[in-house]
Protein backbone atom coordinates (compact mmCIF):
# COMPACT_ATOMS: atom_id res chain seq x y z
CA UNK A 1 0.00 0.00 0.00
CA UNK A 2 2.66 2.23 1.03
CA UNK A 3 4.11 1.45 -2.65
CA UNK A 4 1.19 2.15 -4.55
CA UNK A 5 0.94 5.74 -2.34
CA UNK A 6 4.05 7.08 -3.71
CA UNK A 7 3.25 5.80 -7.07
CA UNK A 8 0.15 7.63 -7.17
CA UNK A 9 2.03 10.81 -6.10
CA UNK A 10 4.50 10.19 -8.58
CA UNK A 11 1.68 10.10 -11.10
CA UNK A 12 0.23 13.23 -10.15
CA UNK A 13 3.55 14.74 -10.12
CA UNK A 14 4.77 14.03 -14.07
CA UNK A 15 0.93 15.43 -14.60
CA UNK A 16 1.31 18.38 -13.02
CA UNK A 17 4.77 19.11 -15.04
CA UNK A 18 3.37 17.90 -18.51
CA UNK A 19 0.37 19.87 -17.79
CA UNK A 20 2.37 23.00 -17.61
CA UNK A 21 4.30 21.72 -20.69
CA UNK A 22 3.52 24.60 -23.57
CA UNK A 23 1.32 27.08 -21.47
CA UNK A 24 2.30 30.41 -21.44
CA UNK A 25 2.92 32.18 -17.93
CA UNK A 26 -0.76 32.60 -16.33
CA UNK A 27 -1.23 36.30 -15.40
CA UNK A 28 -2.87 36.44 -11.96
CA UNK A 29 -6.59 38.37 -11.66
CA UNK A 30 -9.30 39.17 -9.23
CA UNK A 31 -11.90 36.64 -10.03
CA UNK A 32 -14.86 38.73 -11.24
CA UNK A 33 -13.03 42.04 -11.23
CA UNK A 34 -13.19 43.05 -14.89
CA UNK A 35 -11.38 46.76 -14.77
CA UNK A 36 -10.90 47.24 -18.68
CA UNK A 37 -12.19 47.55 -21.49
CA UNK A 38 -10.77 44.90 -24.47
CA UNK A 39 -8.00 45.92 -26.55
CA UNK A 40 -8.33 45.71 -30.32
CA UNK A 41 -5.47 45.14 -33.09
CA UNK A 42 -6.38 45.05 -36.28
CA UNK A 43 -2.56 43.92 -37.72
CA UNK A 44 -3.94 43.78 -41.48
CA UNK A 45 -4.86 45.85 -43.29
CA UNK A 46 -2.90 48.81 -41.98
CA UNK A 47 -4.32 52.67 -42.04
CA UNK A 48 -3.42 54.12 -45.40
CA UNK A 49 -2.51 50.97 -47.36
CA UNK A 50 -3.17 50.87 -50.82
CA UNK A 51 -3.67 47.26 -52.47
CA UNK A 52 -3.75 47.60 -56.14
CA UNK A 53 -3.91 43.77 -57.58
CA UNK A 54 -4.24 42.74 -60.82
CA UNK A 55 -8.01 41.99 -61.09
CA UNK A 56 -11.33 44.48 -60.99
CA UNK A 57 -12.49 42.31 -57.52
CA UNK A 58 -9.97 40.97 -55.51
CA UNK A 59 -9.94 39.17 -51.59
CA UNK A 60 -8.31 40.52 -48.56
CA UNK A 61 -7.27 38.93 -45.52
CA UNK A 62 -8.40 40.64 -42.18
CA UNK A 63 -5.96 40.15 -38.86
CA UNK A 64 -6.86 41.43 -36.10
CA UNK A 65 -6.13 40.42 -31.88
CA UNK A 66 -8.46 41.58 -29.31
CA UNK A 67 -7.29 41.18 -25.57
CA UNK A 68 -9.30 41.11 -22.34
CA UNK A 69 -8.39 41.25 -18.68
CA UNK A 70 -11.27 38.95 -17.89
CA UNK A 71 -12.96 37.77 -20.74
CA UNK A 72 -14.21 38.05 -24.20
CA UNK A 73 -17.98 37.55 -25.00
CA UNK A 74 -18.26 38.95 -28.46
CA UNK A 75 -16.46 39.95 -31.68
CA UNK A 76 -17.98 41.42 -34.40
CA UNK A 77 -16.31 42.57 -37.69
CA UNK A 78 -17.50 44.90 -40.48
CA UNK A 79 -16.34 46.49 -43.78
CA UNK A 80 -17.58 49.27 -45.17
CA UNK A 81 -20.64 49.67 -42.42
CA UNK A 82 -21.97 46.09 -43.28
CA UNK A 83 -21.26 43.36 -40.67
CA UNK A 84 -19.67 40.36 -42.07
CA UNK A 85 -18.69 37.88 -39.01
CA UNK A 86 -19.65 37.57 -35.23
CA UNK A 87 -17.24 35.43 -32.88
CA UNK A 88 -18.00 34.48 -29.51
CA UNK A 89 -16.65 31.06 -29.27
CA UNK A 90 -12.78 30.95 -28.86
CA UNK A 91 -10.01 28.80 -27.47
CA UNK A 92 -8.68 31.03 -25.35
CA UNK A 93 -11.64 33.63 -23.77
CA UNK A 94 -8.76 36.39 -22.79
CA UNK A 95 -6.72 36.72 -25.92
CA UNK A 96 -8.46 36.29 -29.23
CA UNK A 97 -6.18 35.72 -32.45
CA UNK A 98 -8.20 35.38 -35.92
CA UNK A 99 -8.11 36.23 -39.70
CA UNK A 100 -10.97 36.53 -41.86
CA UNK A 101 -10.74 36.35 -45.47
CA UNK A 102 -12.87 38.74 -47.34
CA UNK A 103 -14.08 38.19 -51.02
CA UNK A 104 -15.28 40.51 -53.63
CA UNK A 105 -13.38 43.77 -52.78
CA UNK A 106 -14.08 46.53 -55.35
CA UNK A 107 -12.41 49.64 -56.56
CA UNK A 108 -12.39 52.05 -54.24
CA UNK A 109 -11.77 53.03 -50.40
CA UNK A 110 -13.01 51.07 -47.61
CA UNK A 111 -13.19 50.82 -44.21
CA UNK A 112 -12.47 47.30 -41.47
CA UNK A 113 -14.47 47.91 -38.26
CA UNK A 114 -14.28 45.54 -35.50
CA UNK A 115 -15.67 45.81 -32.45
CA UNK A 116 -14.99 43.36 -29.06
CA UNK A 117 -17.33 43.13 -25.68
CA UNK A 118 -15.92 41.96 -22.70
CA UNK A 119 -18.37 40.02 -20.26
CA UNK A 120 -19.31 43.00 -17.98
CA UNK A 121 -20.82 44.83 -21.68
CA UNK A 122 -17.89 47.19 -21.98
CA UNK A 123 -17.11 47.07 -25.80
CA UNK A 124 -14.25 48.49 -28.01
CA UNK A 125 -14.01 49.65 -31.64
CA UNK A 126 -11.15 50.34 -33.82
CA UNK A 127 -11.17 51.09 -37.27
CA UNK A 128 -8.40 51.21 -40.32
CA UNK A 129 -9.24 52.90 -43.78
CA UNK A 130 -7.39 51.41 -46.78
CA UNK A 131 -7.90 51.63 -50.57
CA UNK A 132 -8.12 49.18 -53.35
CA UNK A 133 -6.92 50.94 -56.58
CA UNK A 134 -7.94 49.75 -59.99
CA UNK A 135 -5.45 47.52 -61.89
CA UNK A 136 -2.18 49.38 -62.53
CA UNK A 137 -1.58 50.81 -66.18
CA UNK A 138 1.37 52.60 -67.27
CA UNK A 139 1.09 56.39 -66.49
CA UNK A 140 4.22 57.90 -68.78
CA UNK A 141 5.55 57.20 -72.24
CA UNK A 142 7.44 54.17 -72.25
CA UNK A 143 7.25 52.97 -68.89
CA UNK A 144 8.01 49.07 -68.85
CA UNK A 145 7.92 48.54 -65.46
CA UNK A 146 6.25 49.91 -62.14
CA UNK A 147 7.63 48.38 -58.53
CA UNK A 148 5.34 50.33 -55.61
CA UNK A 149 6.99 48.61 -52.61
CA UNK A 150 4.00 48.64 -50.60
CA UNK A 151 3.82 45.77 -48.93
CA UNK A 152 5.69 43.43 -51.52
CA UNK A 153 8.07 43.46 -54.44
CA UNK A 154 5.90 43.20 -57.71
CA UNK A 155 6.16 44.48 -60.45
CA UNK A 156 2.80 46.03 -61.25
CA UNK A 157 3.16 45.69 -65.24
CA UNK A 158 4.05 42.47 -65.27
CA UNK A 159 2.98 40.96 -61.89
CA UNK A 160 5.87 39.19 -61.25
CA UNK A 161 7.46 39.40 -58.35
CA UNK A 162 11.43 39.80 -57.18
CA UNK A 163 13.50 37.24 -55.89
CA UNK A 164 15.03 38.12 -52.49
CA UNK A 165 18.55 37.58 -51.98
CA UNK A 166 19.54 37.94 -47.85
CA UNK A 167 16.60 39.70 -45.40
CA UNK A 168 15.55 42.90 -47.64
CA UNK A 169 12.72 44.82 -45.63
CA UNK A 170 10.73 47.69 -46.07
CA UNK A 171 10.62 51.17 -44.23
CA UNK A 172 7.15 51.39 -42.79
CA UNK A 173 6.43 54.39 -44.64
CA UNK A 174 7.42 55.66 -48.39
CA UNK A 175 7.59 58.85 -50.26
CA UNK A 176 3.83 57.51 -51.85
CA UNK A 177 2.02 54.92 -50.65
CA UNK A 178 1.99 52.79 -47.47
CA UNK A 179 5.77 51.41 -47.54
CA UNK A 180 8.23 51.63 -49.24
CA UNK A 181 11.84 49.13 -49.52
CA UNK A 182 14.57 49.63 -47.28
CA UNK A 183 18.16 47.37 -47.46
CA UNK A 184 19.57 45.24 -45.18
CA UNK A 185 23.32 43.94 -44.37
CA UNK A 186 24.12 41.49 -47.39
CA UNK A 187 20.75 41.60 -49.33
CA UNK A 188 18.91 42.68 -52.08
CA UNK A 189 16.38 42.18 -55.05
CA UNK A 190 16.46 40.92 -58.23
CA UNK A 191 14.34 40.85 -61.13
CA UNK A 192 14.70 39.67 -64.66
CA UNK A 193 16.05 41.84 -67.57
CA UNK A 194 13.86 40.05 -70.71
CA UNK A 195 11.87 42.10 -70.90
CA UNK A 196 13.18 45.40 -70.24
CA UNK A 197 16.36 45.32 -72.50
CA UNK A 198 15.92 48.14 -75.12
CA UNK A 199 18.56 50.62 -76.91
CA UNK A 200 17.27 53.51 -74.84
CA UNK A 201 17.24 52.86 -70.95
CA UNK A 202 15.90 55.10 -68.50
CA UNK A 203 15.34 54.46 -64.73
CA UNK A 204 13.50 56.77 -61.84
CA UNK A 205 12.93 56.53 -58.33
CA UNK A 206 12.39 58.50 -55.10
CA UNK A 207 15.29 58.10 -52.51
CA UNK A 208 16.04 58.11 -49.21
CA UNK A 209 19.95 58.01 -48.72
CA UNK A 210 20.89 56.32 -45.54
CA UNK A 211 25.15 56.95 -45.63
CA UNK A 212 26.06 53.49 -43.83
CA UNK A 213 27.66 52.05 -45.20
CA UNK A 214 29.36 54.71 -47.09
CA UNK A 215 29.59 52.93 -50.71
CA UNK A 216 27.08 50.85 -52.39
CA UNK A 217 25.32 50.02 -55.25
CA UNK A 218 21.25 50.95 -56.12
CA UNK A 219 20.89 49.30 -59.50
CA UNK A 220 23.10 47.39 -61.18
CA UNK A 221 22.77 45.29 -64.64
CA UNK A 222 25.76 42.97 -65.65
CA UNK A 223 27.15 39.93 -67.14
CA UNK A 224 30.50 39.19 -65.31
CA UNK A 225 32.50 40.90 -62.62
CA UNK A 226 35.80 41.20 -64.95
CA UNK A 227 34.61 44.04 -66.81
CA UNK A 228 31.42 46.88 -66.78
CA UNK A 229 31.41 46.57 -70.81
CA UNK A 230 27.72 45.47 -70.24
CA UNK A 231 24.69 46.62 -68.87
CA UNK A 232 24.86 49.78 -66.27
CA UNK A 233 26.09 50.25 -62.64
CA UNK A 234 24.43 52.90 -60.54
CA UNK A 235 25.73 53.45 -57.04
CA UNK A 236 26.44 55.81 -54.36
CA UNK A 237 30.05 56.86 -52.97
CA UNK A 238 30.75 59.12 -49.93
CA UNK A 239 30.62 60.21 -46.38
CA UNK A 240 28.07 60.92 -43.78
CA UNK A 241 27.72 64.34 -44.60
CA UNK A 242 27.56 63.95 -48.73
CA UNK A 243 26.88 60.78 -51.15
CA UNK A 244 27.55 61.43 -54.67
CA UNK A 245 25.52 59.29 -57.14
CA UNK A 246 26.98 58.02 -60.09
CA UNK A 247 26.30 55.96 -63.50
CA UNK A 248 28.72 53.59 -65.81
CA UNK A 249 27.17 52.17 -68.75
CA UNK A 250 29.16 49.45 -70.66
CA UNK A 251 29.19 49.75 -74.58
CA UNK A 252 30.21 46.71 -75.65
CA UNK A 253 33.86 47.23 -76.44
CA UNK A 254 33.83 50.32 -73.61
CA UNK A 255 32.33 51.74 -71.20
CA UNK A 256 31.11 55.25 -70.02
CA UNK A 257 31.50 56.92 -66.81
CA UNK A 258 28.80 59.97 -65.75
CA UNK A 259 30.17 61.29 -61.97
CA UNK A 260 26.37 63.10 -61.36
CA UNK A 261 25.68 64.76 -57.89
CA UNK A 262 26.26 65.23 -54.78
CA UNK A 263 23.33 64.36 -52.47
CA UNK A 264 23.09 66.59 -49.16
CA UNK A 265 22.82 63.72 -46.31
CA UNK A 266 22.26 66.04 -43.49
CA UNK A 267 18.53 67.24 -44.82
CA UNK A 268 17.18 63.60 -44.69
CA UNK A 269 14.59 64.26 -47.10
CA UNK A 270 13.85 62.07 -50.32
CA UNK A 271 15.14 63.27 -53.70
CA UNK A 272 13.77 62.22 -57.20
CA UNK A 273 16.53 60.67 -59.02
CA UNK A 274 16.01 59.82 -62.88
CA UNK A 275 19.07 57.94 -65.00
CA UNK A 276 18.65 58.87 -68.54
CA UNK A 277 20.14 56.79 -71.27
CA UNK A 278 20.26 57.72 -75.32
CA UNK A 279 22.44 55.91 -77.65
CA UNK A 280 24.89 58.61 -77.69
CA UNK A 281 25.04 60.05 -74.23
CA UNK A 282 23.73 59.25 -70.30
CA UNK A 283 22.40 61.91 -68.02
CA UNK A 284 21.03 62.16 -64.38
CA UNK A 285 18.74 64.19 -62.61
CA UNK A 286 17.87 65.03 -59.26
CA UNK A 287 14.41 66.89 -58.83
CA UNK A 288 13.78 67.30 -62.41
CA UNK A 289 17.94 69.34 -62.38
CA UNK A 290 19.74 68.07 -64.46
CA UNK A 291 23.00 66.97 -63.21
CA UNK A 292 25.74 65.67 -65.63
CA UNK A 293 25.34 64.57 -69.20
CA UNK A 294 28.40 62.23 -69.87
CA UNK A 295 28.96 61.18 -73.56
CA UNK A 296 28.66 57.44 -74.88
CA UNK A 297 31.10 56.03 -77.81
CA UNK A 298 27.85 53.53 -78.74
CA UNK A 299 24.23 52.34 -77.43
CA UNK A 300 24.18 50.10 -74.04
CA UNK A 301 25.32 46.91 -74.91
CA UNK A 302 23.04 44.08 -72.92
CA UNK A 303 24.97 41.33 -74.12
CA UNK A 304 24.62 38.31 -71.34
CA UNK A 305 22.93 40.56 -68.92
CA UNK A 306 20.03 38.25 -67.39
CA UNK A 307 19.01 40.24 -64.29
CA UNK A 308 18.76 43.67 -62.59
CA UNK A 309 19.94 43.56 -59.21
CA UNK A 310 17.98 46.21 -56.75
CA UNK A 311 19.60 47.18 -53.30
CA UNK A 312 23.08 46.31 -54.35
CA UNK A 313 26.38 45.89 -56.36
CA UNK A 314 25.43 42.46 -56.41
CA UNK A 315 26.90 39.45 -58.52
CA UNK A 316 28.65 42.13 -61.11
CA UNK A 317 29.39 44.62 -58.97
CA UNK A 318 30.38 43.98 -55.15
CA UNK A 319 34.13 44.89 -55.84
CA UNK A 320 35.44 48.60 -54.58
CA UNK A 321 33.10 47.65 -51.40
CA UNK A 322 30.02 48.68 -53.60
CA UNK A 323 27.54 46.01 -51.38
CA UNK A 324 24.22 46.44 -50.02
CA UNK A 325 22.84 49.86 -49.97
CA UNK A 326 20.62 50.24 -46.15
CA UNK A 327 19.02 53.04 -47.88
CA UNK A 328 15.31 54.05 -48.53
CA UNK A 329 13.76 53.71 -52.40
CA UNK A 330 10.39 54.13 -53.78
CA UNK A 331 8.48 54.10 -56.65
CA UNK A 332 10.95 52.66 -58.86
CA UNK A 333 10.12 52.89 -62.51
CA UNK A 334 11.78 51.83 -65.91
CA UNK A 335 11.22 53.24 -69.60
CA UNK A 336 12.13 52.22 -72.70
CA UNK A 337 12.89 55.54 -73.78
CA UNK A 338 15.46 58.16 -73.14
CA UNK A 339 13.75 60.22 -70.27
CA UNK A 340 14.17 63.70 -71.40
CA UNK A 341 13.96 66.90 -68.60
CA UNK A 342 10.00 67.33 -69.17
CA UNK A 343 9.76 63.82 -68.58
CA UNK A 344 11.12 63.60 -65.49
CA UNK A 345 9.23 66.50 -64.33
CA UNK A 346 5.72 64.99 -65.32
CA UNK A 347 7.24 62.65 -62.92
CA UNK A 348 8.21 64.62 -60.24
CA UNK A 349 4.60 66.79 -60.86
CA UNK A 350 2.18 63.47 -60.71
CA UNK A 351 3.67 62.94 -57.43
CA UNK A 352 1.80 66.09 -56.11
CA UNK A 353 -0.76 66.57 -58.79
CA UNK A 354 -2.33 70.43 -59.61
CA UNK A 355 -5.86 70.49 -58.80
CA UNK A 356 -7.64 72.85 -61.17
CA UNK A 357 -8.35 76.58 -59.33
CA UNK A 358 -10.85 77.69 -61.56
CA UNK A 359 -13.94 76.25 -63.16
CA UNK A 360 -13.66 74.91 -66.42
CA UNK A 361 -9.73 74.95 -66.54
CA UNK A 362 -8.50 72.82 -68.38
CA UNK A 363 -4.83 73.99 -69.07
CA UNK A 364 -2.09 75.93 -66.42
CA UNK A 365 1.14 76.31 -67.75
CA UNK A 366 3.06 78.43 -65.22
CA UNK A 367 5.93 77.94 -67.45
CA UNK A 368 8.53 78.00 -64.26
CA UNK A 369 11.61 75.90 -66.19
CA UNK A 370 9.35 74.13 -68.43
CA UNK A 371 6.39 73.84 -70.99
CA UNK A 372 4.41 71.39 -68.96
CA UNK A 373 0.66 71.34 -68.85
CA UNK A 374 0.26 70.91 -65.10
CA UNK A 375 -3.82 69.24 -65.84
CA UNK A 376 -3.08 67.69 -68.74
CA UNK A 377 0.46 66.18 -67.74
CA UNK A 378 2.07 67.29 -71.19
CA UNK A 379 4.56 69.16 -72.54
CA UNK A 380 4.78 71.56 -75.22
CA UNK A 381 7.43 71.13 -78.06
CA UNK A 382 9.64 73.54 -78.90
CA UNK A 383 10.18 75.03 -82.40
CA UNK A 384 13.35 77.12 -82.74
CA UNK A 385 15.03 78.64 -79.20
CA UNK A 386 11.76 79.78 -77.16
CA UNK A 387 13.34 80.20 -73.34
CA UNK A 388 12.74 81.61 -70.61
CA UNK A 389 12.93 85.15 -67.95
CA UNK A 390 13.28 84.94 -64.25
CA UNK A 391 11.12 88.49 -64.69
CA UNK A 392 8.09 86.85 -63.63
CA UNK A 393 4.26 88.03 -62.11
CA UNK A 394 3.98 84.67 -60.74
CA UNK A 395 6.23 82.02 -59.54
CA UNK A 396 9.67 81.82 -60.68
CA UNK A 397 10.11 82.25 -64.35
CA UNK A 398 8.01 83.28 -67.15
CA UNK A 399 7.52 82.40 -71.15
CA UNK A 400 10.15 84.57 -73.42
CA UNK A 401 9.98 84.24 -77.14
CA UNK A 402 13.24 84.84 -79.26
CA UNK A 403 13.63 84.97 -83.02
CA UNK A 404 11.39 82.06 -85.14
CA UNK A 405 10.53 80.11 -82.22
CA UNK A 406 7.45 79.25 -80.61
CA UNK A 407 5.81 76.22 -78.66
CA UNK A 408 3.40 74.04 -79.59
CA UNK A 409 0.59 71.96 -77.30
CA UNK A 410 -1.73 69.65 -78.55
CA UNK A 411 -5.53 70.94 -79.28
CA UNK A 412 -7.26 67.30 -77.99
CA UNK A 413 -9.09 68.32 -74.80
CA UNK A 414 -9.46 72.36 -75.54
CA UNK A 415 -11.49 72.50 -77.97
CA UNK A 416 -14.82 73.26 -76.96
CA UNK A 417 -17.89 75.45 -77.65
CA UNK A 418 -17.44 77.78 -75.50
CA UNK A 419 -12.91 78.76 -75.00
CA UNK A 420 -10.99 81.33 -72.83
CA UNK A 421 -7.62 81.69 -72.22
CA UNK A 422 -5.84 84.01 -69.48
CA UNK A 423 -2.28 84.83 -68.79
CA UNK A 424 -0.38 87.67 -67.27
CA UNK A 425 1.55 89.53 -70.38
CA UNK A 426 4.84 91.52 -70.46
CA UNK A 427 4.96 93.01 -74.05
CA UNK A 428 8.18 94.04 -76.03
CA UNK A 429 7.76 96.33 -78.62
Not at 74 to 91: C, E, L, P
Not at 123 to 147: H, I, R, W
Not at 193 to 209: C, G, H, P, R
Request: net charge negative; glycine share 10%; proline share 4%.
Amino acid sequence: MKYAVKTIWFLLGLLVVSCNEGIDPITAVDAGVDETAPQVTITYPTEGVELMPFEEETSITIKFEVKDDIEVTNVKVSMDGTQIASYSSFKDYRIVLEELTYDGLGNGDHKVTISATDLEGKTTTKEVNFAKLAPYSAQFDGEVFYMPFNGDYMDFISFEEAGEVGNPSFAGGGFLGADAYMGATDSYLTFPMDNLKSTEFSAAFWYKVNPTPDRAGILVVGSNPDDRFQGFRLFREGDATSQRIKLNVGTGAGESWNDGGVIDVTTGEWVHVAISISQTQSTIYFNGVEMLTSAMSAPIDWTGCEELVIGSGGPTFSYWNHGYDASELDELRIFNKALTQSDVQIMINAANPYIPQYDGESLYMPFDGDYIDLIGSKAASQVGTPGFTDDSQVGDQAYMGALDSYINYPADGLMTPEFSGAFWYKVDA
